[in-house]
């Protein structure tokens, strides 16, 4: 006998749930949808054609099957018809352990479906959890690819086997790197879970792009300060700070005035990597430079407050627990843009802050200009943070708590950028110097 056809049994699956058959007749209908595939495939008959249910049903009498039996085989084959196949002036009628459901429209299409209710409760989703816009953007961007690898399957039809299928051609076909396949992986088990309400299921054996050591671009301290002195001020600030305190590029952007303490020497990361706060020493010889520069941003903000503006942005609804909090000093950026922004919706200006990408422009035309042959980039300062404390040698933990790593094993990735320092020879701890 043969087997229903895979898309046949997700579709139909769906027909199931959607006509309110109860889970524990599911077996049975798909076990007399099998019957009478394998019957219109035997005798000749198209499996389409509603003129060949009474041929069915006429052979499992044949067989022995009581009404019981024959009454289901029948509303399971009306099931895998749909309405569309079932003539309109008859009002047919699904008993089903003794309750009665009206037949309704079968809506979900195989393809070109409408994922816009999908997309809208995926960015709910996100926002509820507090993730940030970049975690959104990428998540979007891997169902887009889902969706068009599917066709635009309605999602009510989506299972697990879609997803082996995509992750299989991402590895095999694409030929994408590990880390782009787990990306796509997370990406969709939180759609899965969290949009479509389903069970991700298991996808062992699906071909997974091989993970390579990876060592990362570190800089000597020389080269550091190289690059730095090829950078026009503010960026030269951002990367010193980047530098001496070991933060990423979004964290440094989102400095305001507040998260600095120059009497205690500690600076405060808010919501860092996985909205996570930790605190920094700030070093001696970069707090005048830091306080100079403080000097510039209040009077940068006076101006603003001169002109009238509507003040600078604030996470959440902050502001609309603090109403005047957008023009205090303390929640000012630290390294704020140039231009003001103009809100339409509000008709007001505000001040953002610095622009990622300009940094990321000025550290990369400087690393040019110094001509060092490494791959630098602004979180190669991060690294070079990191590798040197422990060149230094600095507790891997005490460096785990200042990259703000939930787990020390991320922090070890650093052990392969330095010499290693290993004596191999086995001495008594009272012979040692």
Avoid at 80 to 85: C, I
Avoid at 277 to 293: G, M, S
Avoid at 379 to 391: D, G, K, N, P, Y
Wanted: some cysteine; hydrophobic content about 35%.
């Amino acid at each position: 006998m043969i087997p229903i056809p895979q898309n046949i049994n997700t579709l139909y699956c769906a027909l199931l749930i959607q006509k309110a058959v109860p889970d524990k007749y599911h077996p049975y209908y798909r076990k007399w949808l099998r019957y009478y595939l394998d019957f219109c495939q035997k005798y000749g008959f198209i499996q389409s054609d509603t003129k060949s249910l009474p041929h069915f049903i006429k052979k499992l009498k044949e067989k022995k099957q009581t009404d019981l039996q024959q009454k289901q085989a029948a509303d399971a084959i009306y099931v895998y018809y749909g309405e569309e196949t079932i003539p309109e002036d008859k009002n047919i009628l699904f008993k089903t352990n003794n309750k009665i459901i009206s037949s309704k429209k079968n809506n979900l299409k195989p393809t070109n479906a409408s994922w816009v209710p999908e997309y809208n409760d995926l960015n709910a989703e996100i926002k509820i959890r507090h993730y940030s816009k970049s975690t959104l953007r990428t998540y979007t961007t891997w169902v887009r690819q889902f969706q068009g690898f599917t066709k635009s399957k309605d999602p009510k039809l989506l299972s697990t086997s879609d997803v082996k299928e995509f992750l299989t051609h991402l590895a095999v076909e694409k030929k994408v790197a590990a880390s782009t396949q787990n990306q796509a992986f997370n990406a969709l088990l939180f759609f899965y879970r969290h949009v479509l309400k389903s069970e991700f299921g298991d996808i062992k054996n699906v071909p997974r792009a091989k993970r390579k050591t990876y060592i990362l671009v570190v800089l000597s301290r020389k080269e550091v300060d190289t690059i730095i002195s090829f950078l026009k001020y503010p960026y030269s600030l951002v990367v010193k700070l980047m530098y001496v305190c070991g933060l990423r590029l979004f964290e440094c952007m989102q400095l305001r005035v507040s998260d600095f303490n120059f009497d205690t020497g500690i600076l405060t990361v808010h919501d860092g990597k996985g909205k996570k706060d930790r605190t920094v020493p700030l070093p001696d010889r970069i707090v005048l430079e830091l306080k100079n520069h403080l000097e510039s941003v209040i009077t940068f903000h006076q101006e603003d407050l001169a002109n009238d503006y509507a003040g600078t942005f604030l996470p959440d609804l902050l502001e609309r627990k603090y109403k005047h909090a957008a023009k205090e000093l303390v929640w000012q950026w630290f390294f704020p843009a140039k231009m003001l922004t103009f809100i339409p919706d509000a008709g007001e200006y505000r001040r953002y802050h610095l622009h990622k990408t300009h940094v990321q422009k000025a550290i990369r035309n400087a690393v040019k200009r110094t001509r060092i042959p490494k791959r630098a980039s602004a979180h190669t300062f991060r690294h070079s943070f990191a590798s040197h404390l422990l060149q230094a040698n600095y507790d891997i933990r005490t460096i785990q708590e200042l990259m703000g790593h939930s787990d020390v094993r991320t922090t070890m990735i650093y052990t392969h950028t330095i010499k290693s320092r290993t004596i191999k020879e086995a001495k008594s701890p009272l012979d040692l110097p």
